[in-house]
């Protein structure tokens, strides 16, 4: 029988109390040219040591389903990642440094940092529709992950007990729409799911790279339909910018009224 973790329920991603780290998955590609990925970020204060912890999708139950212990469940090899750190994984790539370098040309990306692992598969594990990723520590505890379906999926940690991880929530409002990850933000499904910067970390929002600039995103310099912004460094939109300029403006003019 499983035992059940008893959950924060924050839609898209649940940390699981003191084991938490400040890591979260700022973007997925699941339809787009170049392979599918993902990117995990550490926007705490803290470096993160990754070697030992696992990756999984929505694996079907015949494979484990979502669960550490899951035959889809993929360990990385040794990497720190620093605070403000970005790495990235590509998952049609086998988990290799030849998979790697090669989504890495396909972006014309330079001096990027990818994790590799090994499916034991002589293939990579694509994302597809309605899907998911979820990460474990070495200790095989769930620390984070992203939701793109519309269902809540059950997470299972190496002790068997549960979480639940629920469909992510988008800018502006709403959950995921589901299909393609870009989809599921509101865009195409060639386009990236990324992570809005002026949200939390631990409550974090998501939207489609529906345009060049967005949060960092460009086109991949083989097809124009696909957007993204792998291992661009988050930052908050200009909009958000100026909307915390103005709170700041507000407080000071407040400030400056109290002491008269």
């Known amino acids: 029988m499983k035992k059940i973790l008893t959950t924060l329920a924050l839609v898209g991603v649940i940390t699981t109390g003191a084991q938490a780290q400040s890591i979260l998955i700022s973007e997925i590609n699941s339809n787009g040219t170049g392979g ?23 694996a079907s139950a015949l494979n484990g389903g979502p669960s550490f212990n899951g035959a889809r469940a993929f360990a990385f090899d040794a990497f720190t990642l620093n605070p403000g750190g970005i790495a990235l994984v590509p998952t049609d790539a086998g988990g290799n440094a030849a998979g790697n370098t090669a989504f890495a040309t396909s972006w014309g990306l330079i001096g990027a940092n990818f994790l590799t692992f090994n499916t034991g598969l002589g293939t990579g594990n694509g994302l597809g529709k309605n899907d998911l990723v979820a990460l474990f520590d070495s200790a095989g505890v769930f620390q984070t992950g992203l939701n793109y379906g519309t269902s809540t999926v059950t997470i299972t940690n190496g002790d068997n007990s549960i979480v639940s991880l629920s469909p992510f929530n ?19 499904a060639t386009q990236s799911l990324i992570w809005d910067p002026a949200s ?8 489609a790279a529906s345009s060049v600039g967005l949060y ?17 460094v988050p930052e908050p939109s200009t909009y958000a910018m100026l909307a915390l300029a103005g709170i700041g403006l507000a407080a000071y003019r407040l400030r400056r009224r109290a002491r008269r």
């Open 36 to 58: 599918d990925f993902f990117e995990i970020y550490n926007y705490g204060a803290t470096a993160v040591e990754l070697g030992g912890w696992k990756w999984v999708d929505n």
């Open 170 to 188: 988008r800018v502006g409002g709403g959950t995921s729409a589901g299909g393609h990850a870009g989809e599921a933000g509101g865009g195409a």
């Open 216 to 232: 960092g995103s460009f086109e991949n310099p083989n097809n124009a339909l696909t957007i993204g912004a792998p291992s661009v």
């Open 200 to 207: 939390p970390g631990n409550a974090p929002l998501y939207t």
